[in-house]
Each structure stands twice: as structure tokens, then as C-alpha cells.
């Protein structure tokens, strides 16, 4: 890929996977602060794709008998829009990647799927993107449901990795490529060295430990969305108990679910951090790094839960810090996959069963 529009597509997907993370945070504000409904219509909004000012829609802002402040209008008119800027980065990354295959193709008469890595995360993200477009419509058709909510949030999270991974690719091109500029101008021929070995136990388990957070992240979006919040205090129980049946109250059984995988996801991480420590040294900062960050989620955590009884003025952007950093745990459990993959500062991995 030549270099210079190599560096204009990894500024567009760095750019794409920034807003996706806005739009993420924008997301969880429009659904704590129940601003999901405050557009009634979609792709319109009260019938415009600007619904700005109130004075110019007929009624206000009224969606069955209720009545939305201008700010939550603007949160999910907001989101939308991030939405819309996040599909033409993404129209624009297609543009830019295909006119890089056609320069390669132009030298070398090559497959440019073949030739151009970049095509695949580039792919997955338009389907999970186009996949998203449809299921936030669903969200609007279901009012805002909790089921809705949770597979809207899930597949956002699919597509912020998407675009970790395009990322991830394009920086090891271009490391590839400075490799390739530095040996013909010095004239030396690639270093011989053998690639660095990941076992197959740890490979499973960063697996397991990134699906375990987004799981977690999909429990504590239908959490939140159904009201399920604050719903059982105390920071072991709910309430005294240590598990509550559905059949008793299914509020507190969907709380107490969240825990339990918050509870899996940090016994994964510390298995993580000794196997990476014995078996994988060249994982092992990245590995700690994640789970550093996992204890960062579990204050945020435990500060919403409390907040929410007795500091409930800070209970709702406590609630969307929460959802923030745990995307940044779950981007941080990506890149060590990542690292398995495509190796610690560009130097290739095998895997070894």
C-alpha cells in the first residue's frame, strides 16, 4: 500500500473508531437519562432531520402525553447524528482502500483482497454497521424495550472492534512498510529470527476473557435499561440474599447476573495475568494492562451502585462512566487478542496447541 495513502486511511480509521467510542458514551446518556423515546420517529425526528427549535414542531416535544427538555431531543438527535458522521467515515475508508488496491493491482496483477489486509475488518465493520443502522430503528419501533436496548449495545460493541481491528492492521502495515523502506535503504537483507510463540491455553482464555466482558456489558445494558440498577443494595447481596430466583423478582435476578459475570470476568483476568506472566512473557503488559483496568470498572462500579442511594445526583454520569471505561476494558481485552494475532510491536505470533 503506498505510503502516503496508507497514512490517510489509518487517520480515517483512527477518526471513525473515536467517534464510534463518542457515539457509544452519547448512547449511554440518551438511555440514562431516558432520552431514547425524545425522537419519536425514525430516521426523522418529529418529522425533520433538524428539530430545532421546539417552536417550529407542532405540540412540542410530546411523545405519548410526555414531555422532553431540549437537551434530551438533543441527546438522541446527537446520537443519531454521530451515527450518520460514523457511516460516512466508513463510506470514506471504503473509498480510500480501494483506490490503494487499485495502485497495487496497476503493479502487480495480484487479488486485492489478497494484497490489501485491510478488506476484511473493513467488511466485517460495514455489516455489523449496516446491522446496527437496523436494530437502532428497532429500539425506536420497540419504545426503547430492554431487550432492544441490550442487542443495540451489543453489536455497537462488535462494531467498535471492528474498527480496533482495521486499526490494528493498518498500524502493522505500516510498520511493515518502514521495515521495508529502512532495509532497501541500507541495503540489507530481513533479519532472520524465529516468531514468538503463544500457547494455545492463553490463547483460549484472552478469547473467553473478551467475551466475558462483553457479555457483562450486554447484562448491565438490559440492567440499566430496565430499571435494574439500584435495585439491591449492599456490595456482596441484594438485600441480604446471595441470589435472587427470577420467580421471587426478576429485577434483582437480572442485577445479580451482572455481578456474577463481573465476578467470572475478574477471576478470567487474574487466571490471564499468572498464565500470560508463566507461559507468554511477551503478553504479559498487556495482560496486566487490561486487568488494571478491570479493577478501574469495579470502583465505577461499586460508586454507581452506592450512588444511586445515597448520592443520586451523581448516580446517572456515574452510570455513563461506567459504560465508557468499560468499552476502553473491552477495547484493552481486543488489543490483547490483537497482540496474539498480529504480534507485540509488529513481530509475528504462531500459536502453539
Given at each position: 500500500m503506498p505510503t502516503a495513502l496508507h497514512k490517510h486511511i489509518l487517520t480515517l480509521a483512527t477518526a471513525t473508531m473515536l467517534l464510534t467510542f463518542l457515539l457509544i458514551v452519547v448512547g449511554a446518556a440518551t438511555r440514562v437519562y431516558d432520552a431514547g423515546m425524545a425522537c419519536p420517529d425514525w430516521p426523522h425526528c418529529y418529522g425533520y432531520y433538524i428539530p430545532f427549535p421546539e417552536s417550529k414542531i407542532p405540540g412540542g416535544y410530546i411523545v405519548q402525553?410526555?414531555?422532553?427538555?431540549?437537551?434530551?431531543?438533543?441527546l438522541e438527535w446527537g446520537h443519531r447524528t454521530l451515527a450518520?458522521?460514523?457511516?460516512?467515515?466508513?463510506?470514506?475508508?471504503?473509498?480510500?482502500?480501494?483506490?490503494?488496491?487499485?495502485?497495487?493491482?496497476?503493479?502487480?496483477s495480484v487479488n486485492p483482497f489478497i494484497r490489501v489486509p485491510a478488506f476484511l475488518?473493513?467488511?466485517?465493520?460495514?455489516?455489523?454497521?449496516?446491522?446496527?443502522?437496523?436494530?437502532?430503528?428497532?429500539?425506536?419501533?420497540?419504545?426503547?424495550?430492554p431487550w432492544t436496548v441490550m442487542v443495540h449495545l451489543g453489536n455497537a460493541m462488535l462494531f467498535f472492534a471492528a474498527l480496533v481491528w482495521l486499526r490494528r492492521v493498518l498500524l502493522s502495515e505500516r510498520s511493515e512498510l518502514s521495515k521495508s523502506a529502512t532495509r532497501r535503504s541500507s541495503k540489507q537483507s530481513e533479519s532472520v529470527g524465529g516468531p514468538v510463540t503463544t500457547p494455545l491455553p492463553i490463547h483460549l482464555l484472552a478469547i473467553t476473557f473478551a467475551l466475558s466482558i462483553w457479555l457483562t456489558m450486554l447484562i448491565g445494558g438490559y440492567t440499566s435499561?430496565?430499571?435494574?440498577?439500584?435495585?439491591?443494595?449492599?456490595?456482596?447481596?441484594?438485600?441480604?440474599?446471595?441470589?435472587?430466583?427470577?420467580?421471587?423478582?426478576?429485577?434483582?435476578?437480572?442485577?445479580?447476573?451482572?455481578?456474577?459475570?463481573?465476578?467470572?470476568?475478574?477471576?478470567?483476568?487474574?487466571?490471564?495475568?499468572?498464565?500470560?506472566k508463566r507461559t507468554a512473557p511477551h503478553l504479559r503488559?498487556?495482560?496486566?494492562?487490561?486487568?488494571?483496568?478491570?479493577?478501574?470498572?469495579?470502583?465505577?462500579?461499586?460508586a454507581t451502585l452506592y450512588s444511586f442511594e445515597y448520592y443520586p445526583s451523581l448516580y446517572y454520569p456515574l452510570s455513563i462512566a461506567h459504560l465508557a471505561w468499560g468499552t476502553l476494558l473491552f477495547t484493552a481485552a481486543i488489543g490483547l487478542l490483537l497482540n496474539i494475532y498480529y504480534g507485540v510491536q509488529s513481530r509475528p505470533h504462531t500459536n502453539k496447541s
Open positions: 402525553g410526555q414531555h422532553y427538555t431540549w437537551w434530551q431531543v438533543l450518520a458522521l460514523v457511516g460516512v467515515g466508513l463510506l470514506a475508508l471504503w473509498g480510500t482502500t480501494a483506490l490503494a488496491a487499485t495502485k497495487i493491482t496497476n503493479r502487480a475488518p473493513l467488511l466485517t465493520a460495514t455489516l455489523l454497521l449496516a446491522l446496527q443502522i437496523k436494530l437502532g430503528a428497532i429500539t425506536v419501533w420497540w419504545s426503547n424495550a435499561s430496565s430499571g435494574s440498577g439500584g435495585v439491591c443494595g449492599g456490595l456482596f447481596t441484594c438485600l441480604g440474599q446471595w441470589w435472587v430466583s427470577p420467580k421471587v423478582d426478576l429485577q434483582q435476578h437480572i442485577h445479580m447476573q451482572h455481578r456474577l459475570w463481573a465476578l467470572i470476568t475478574t477471576a478470567l483476568s487474574i487466571a490471564l495475568v499468572i498464565l500470560a503488559k498487556a495482560a496486566l494492562h487490561a486487568h488494571i483496568m478491570l479493577w478501574g470498572q469495579i470502583t465505577l462500579g461499586i
